[in-house]
């Protein structure tokens, strides 16, 4: 079975430019987590699908940051501008059911993104 | 606010057993912890998860005590390949939203 795979590995973008990173899920998990970690801190939860719905997105840190999953198959994080503040690996995480906390999350390998 | 803290560090010599703990006050009442294990350019890798008292798999035991706001991950006589940073997973009890430990960077010595 394939696990989560997460495009592209790197990216090194300017800031005031965008950047769009995808993240497929593993075939038939209908949850889709979004996570990052910036330089020296936590990895932060960003948002959670159930399909194609957003559960909750209150840890996206500004409207600069859209995420879609238009199907629940495959998912994007979009940043738009991309600011110095944004650099960091933003890991993509999906699980089986129905996304309670009983709910094993498997990660994909992460984006690592640099604004420069 | 489920929030969670490690130990930032800890030494160990290979084949010893080492244990490390993440408290988690605030967790919910239905909540699970799991706990996940971390290598240098990759993504978090599963490796135990448990609600109370204590679970065991092959790689792995999870010890909870009866007020849950901390648990134990305890790692079997341990090898250099176990060198890596390993987290602590919450949520917030509905499924919404997770809250990762701060991690725990593991150094096995030979």
């Known amino acids: 079975e394939a696990g989560v795979t997460q495009f592209p590995s790197h990216s090194v973008i300017e800031k005031g430019q965008t950047v769009t990173l995808r993240c497929d899920p593993i075939?038939?998990?209908?949850?889709l987590y979004w996570y990052r970690r910036v330089m020296g801190k936590e990895i932060k939860f960003l948002l959670h699908?159930?399909?194609?719905?957003?559960?909750?997105e209150s840890g996206m840190p500004n409207n600069r940051f859209l995420a879609e999953r238009t199907g629940g198959t495959y998912s994007t994080l979009k940043v738009q501008p991309a600011e110095l503040e944004d650099s960091g690996v933003y890991f993509c995480a999906s699980s089986h059911r129905k996304g309670g906390s009983t709910d094993t999350q498997y990660f994909g390998p992460g984006t690592r993104l640099t604004v420069l | 606010l489920a929030k969670t803290t490690q130990p930032i560090s800890m030494d160990s010599y290979e084949g010893q057993e080492v244990n490390i703990t993440c408290s988690h006050n605030?967790?919910?009442?239905?909540?699970?912890i799991t706990w996940y294990q971390q290598f240098p350019s990759q993504g978090p890798r599963f490796i135990i998860q448990?609600?109370?008292t204590k679970v065991t798999n092959e790689v792995a035991s999870l010890f909870i005590p009866a007020d849950r706001k901390s648990s134990t991950l305890s790692l079997p006589r341990v090898s250099l390949s176990d060198t890596a940073v390993y987290y602590c997973?919450?949520?917030?009890?509905?499924?919404?939203?997770?809250?990762f430990g701060t991690g725990t960077s593991l150094t096995v010595i030979p």
């Open positions: 075939s038939g998990h209908d949850n």
């Open positions: 997973l919450v949520g917030d009890g509905i499924g919404n939203q997770f809250y």
């Open positions: 605030n967790i919910a009442t239905n909540d699970y």
């Open positions: 699908f159930v399909k194609e719905s957003k559960q909750d």
């Open positions: 448990g609600y109370k």
